[in-house]
């Protein structure tokens, strides 16, 4: 399944995909260039065992923390582009995946390039409690300020999504893109169902279902997304 991006070819189905393969399939070869590559994650709470589960993931995943940022062109367009890696962690939101975040909306804000962040995400990093809470007003107040601006911010939302990121960046982007049958959502269903005492409809928190209640503006298949992007692109800037 490596030559279609982790799409099964019998169902379609859409298996996790990883960062750096990501960025592969959305750039033009040649063109992407990391930033803040070499940010890691410390241990503010004193977590114990956090550390060795941060070496663990860098092993397991080859990279540094939860997101890889830089600069890429798609369609020869240039692009500030942060893609999440759901093998670091369950892709969980800390304090360096927000920063990494931030400065990819900052710099897509100083040099006015279009914005393009896929989310892979459990939420918030519990390891890193309130400091982890922080990354939602962090990135959102980088985002207000790149909304002044006149650049497009496209969001993928892949499976899955949830908690911290589905609560800032991921949902607030001018179009919401989302792979087939990609799991949305803010706290996962059985936690609801425990909380509400209600079963919960058929689908919920799929993608289908969300693009039908708002949420979602798009449902594009992943081998088609590169295309996509760059028609949205081209039209919104």
């Not at 269903?189 to 993608?207: N, W």
Request: with cysteine; aromatic share 8%.
């Amino acid at each position: 399944m490596a030559a279609r991006f982790n799409v099964c070819p019998n169902c379609e189905f859409h298996y996790p995909l990883p960062a750096p393969d990501r960025v592969r399939l959305l750039t033009d070869p040649g063109s992407f260039r990391e930033v803040d590559g070499g940010m890691q994650a410390s241990n503010p709470l004193g977590f114990e065992g956090y550390e060795d589960r941060l070496e663990t993931a860098r092993a397991r995943s080859g990279l540094q923390e939860a997101v890889l940022c830089g600069v890429g062109e798609i369609g020869d367009r240039r692009v500030a582009l942060a893609a999440m890696d759901f093998r670091f962690i369950g892709g969980s939101m800390g304090s360096v995946v927000g920063e990494k975040v931030t400065r990819t909306i900052e710099l897509a804000y100083a040099e006015e390039l279009p914005l393009v962040v896929v989310s892979a995400s459990g939420g918030a990093r519990m390891f890193e409690g309130v400091y982890s809470l922080m990354q939602l007003s962090k990135t959102s107040v980088a985002l207000a300020r790149y909304v002044e601006g006149s650049w497009p911010f496209v969001s993928v939302l892949t499976d899955p999504t949830f908690g911290g990121v589905t609560a800032s960046f991921a949902t607030a982007a001018d179009v919401i893109v989302a792979e087939p049958g990609a799991r949305i959502g803010f706290a996962g269903s059985r936690v609801i169902e425990q909380t509400t005492k209600e079963r919960l409809p058929e689908g919920f928190q799929t993608a289908e279902f969300q693009r039908e209640h708002g949420m979602v503006d798009r449902i594009v298949h992943r081998l088609e997304l590169k295309n996509d992007l760059r028609l949205l692109l081209g039209i919104l800037a």
